[in-house]
């Protein structure tokens, strides 16, 4: 059995990005941008007033009170095309161009008017109230950088860039099969002793979260006929995964049905709980990750080395992001595997605290479901005691 570390390394290094495409930024929410996404145009592309008032020259209304001749108005979306000069101002309004010549803009409140005349009651300082142009950004700045996953946030900043269309990876294929006489699909007509296949689910939306494409292939048959189809049904994906044959009849069963088809094994079996039986090498050039069939160990090994090789083909950095936490409630040593204990958090006087569940049987999601975190043992890790700080690793990001 080889550690965890080692076994996402290994899996994470098979992995180059996937190539580029170009979407439209309404489309983008989620993607991981392929290179620098730079502005065509600054923010803002002038220089605009922060608010309603008058454009003046500063030096007209340095010593008040000052009267000014009203010669236009520049309200947003309708700049005025003439020149401020000595004794003048221009009517403007939040958001409008600041006219040429007018160097400071007095609030309204500051000001009374009566027809052409405007009398300025508050001193004007140069720049104030003024937005320069490129405050925000200028023309030709990087925006987002590449192998930034884009946001809600970002979307509106590259539309403010006028950026219609960004340069995306593509998203990954996934292709996962299930494979076992005993599985149907919800609602379909059981078998004698059988259950309803439920991990490809969970799988599938996880690989959607994570910026995959999922590619759900079905349910196979435990036949090496049909084991050996596999190569065909995932002909035009990134990455497949199996679900289910990885324990040790079934990896038999996986190696005599692929073997033949163009499958090399790079390891088997990792020193984990729950997920021990895990699969990965490569099926005619395409990397295969064999996950538990069990589905508490199929999520939890998806989380641990799915996650990292979708991000290794967006090319994008993965780091596992580990809580510390104050336990409620006590742990035994661990053995020489590295144990992921479901559990669920809350805070205590300010404090994050976890308490785990008392059973941790890999069959029952309902406690995967309840939970909200894995607390991390390592292997040969001592007792915790209550009030012990151990590490989380939330199940939701």
Request: proline share 7%; charged share 20%; with cysteine.
């Amino acid at each position: 059995m080889i550690p965890v570390a080692e076994a996402r390394e290994r899996i994470a290094s098979a992995f180059r990005p996937t190539g580029s495409e170009t979407i439209a930024i309404g489309e983008a929410a989620g993607r991981v941008l392929a290179e620098d996404a730079r502005a065509r145009l600054g923010q803002p592309p002038a220089p605009v007033s922060s608010m309603d008032g008058y454009a003046v020259r500063a030096a007209d209304a340095a010593h008040i009170p000052a009267t000014l001749r009203v010669i236009g108005s520049s309200p947003a979306g309708h700049p005025f095309a003439g020149n401020v000069g000595s004794g003048e101002a221009v009517r403007i309004f939040t958001g409008g161009v600041v006219p040429e010549g007018a160097d400071s803009i007095v609030i309204q409140e500051d000001t009374d008017s009566s027809g052409d005349t405007v009398i300025v009651k508050e001193a004007a300082k140069h720049g104030r109230h003024i937005r320069v142009a490129g405050l925000d950004f200028k023309s030709g700045e990087v925006l987002a950088s590449s192998r930034k996953r884009l946001t809600p946030r970002d979307l509106s900043l590259l539309a403010a860039g006028d950026l219609a269309h960004v340069s995306v990876r593509r998203k990954p294929r996934i292709a996962f099969v299930a494979t076992g006489d005993e599985l149907s699909r919800p609602g379909d007509a059981r078998k004698d002793g059988g259950i309803v296949a439920s991990s490809g689910y969970g799988l599938g939306a996880m690989i959607a979260r994570w910026g995959g494409e999922p590619v759900d292939l079905g349910i196979l048959p435990d036949t090496a006929e049909a084991v050996a189809s596999i190569p065909t049904l995932a002909k035009n994906a990134d990455l497949i995964v199996t679900l289910g044959g990885a324990s040790v009849g079934d990896h038999d069963l996986i190696q005599r049905a692929l073997g033949p088809e163009g499958f090399t094994l790079d390891f088997w079996k990792i020193a984990m709980r729950p997920g021990k039986p895990l699969i990965f090498g490569s099926l005619r050039g395409t990397p295969l990750l064999g996950l538990p069939g069990n589905p508490v160990s199929t999520l939890v090994c998806a989380l641990l080395f799915l996650k990292p090789a979708i991000a290794a083909l967006l090319g994008t950095a993965f780091e596992e992001h580990l809580l510390a936490a104050k336990l409620e409630t006590p742990l035994a040593a661990n053995d020489k595997r590295q144990d992921y204990i479901r559990a669920r958090t809350n805070v205590a006087d300010g404090i994050l605290a976890v308490r785990p569940f008392t059973v941790q049987d890999s069959s029952m999601l309902s406690i995967l479901a309840e939970a909200d975190c894995l607390i991390v043992r390592s292997p040969h890790a001592p007792e915790a005691k209550a009030g012990d700080m151990v590490q989380v690793l939330m199940l939701e990001d």
